[in-house]
Every structure is written in C-alpha cells, then in structure tokens.
C-alpha cells in the first residue's frame, strides 16, 4: 500500500535524512545567476515535473525546493499544493514558488496566458 503524500514527506523533519536528501537535490539543477531567472531541473522527470527518488520513495523536485527554502510542507489533506509563478515545470527556483490549491493555480495559469 503507497504511503500517504504526509507520511513519506515526514522524513523531512529526520535531520539526517533531509540533510541527506538536500545533498541529492542541490545535485540535480542548474542555480540561475538571478532569482528572476528558473533553476532548471535535470534530474528525473515525471510528467514533465521534476522528480527525485530517496529511501524508495519519490519526491516532487518543486516541493523539496519550496521546503529547503521556507521550511513548510504542503497540507495535501487540506487541498494545497506547491505551484509555479513561473509555469515552469521543471523549474525549482523557490521564489518561483507558492503555496496554494488546484483552484488557485488555475486561476494563476489562465492569468499567465
């Protein structure tokens, strides 16, 4: 049986597994001079989102990158999600990133166009 999206993200609050699993990540994408510009992923990819597999489990490449940087898991429980400003993908730039829900991403896609 899969393990829920909060159980397998729970190793993160492991220190020596999240340490450990931020020295994969940092491996996996090119940093960008500018915090304008996208950190590209070059690792795994999986429907076109980045991907990074630790432990026997899979994570969403953006999701690490949102919490290394501001420390904060989605609550999938509660419908959030991580989603891109940039709609970028495979980009991990975490100002990039926001938190909110399938609704607001949608909205913030269709604005984009």
Not at 21 to 30: M, Q
Not at 73 to 81: N, R
């Amino acid at each position: 049986m899969p393990r829920s999206q909060s159980t397998k993200y729970g190793i993160l609050t492991d220190y020596s597994h999240s340490k450990l699993l931020y020295a994969r990540f940092s491996s996996k994408y090119y940093e960008a001079t500018s915090f304008d510009a996208c950190f590209l992923w070059f690792g795994a990819i999986s429907c076109g989102y980045g991907k990074l597999e630790y432990n026997r489990s899979a994570y969403c490449a953006h999701v690490l990158a949102y919490f290394f940087k501001w420390g904060v898991l989605p609550q999938y429980s509660q419908g959030q999600i991580i989603c891109h400003k940039c709609n970028v993908k495979r980009c991990v730039n975490p100002y990039h990133l926001y938190l909110g829900t399938d609704v607001s991403n949608a909205r913030d896609y269709q604005a984009s166009k």
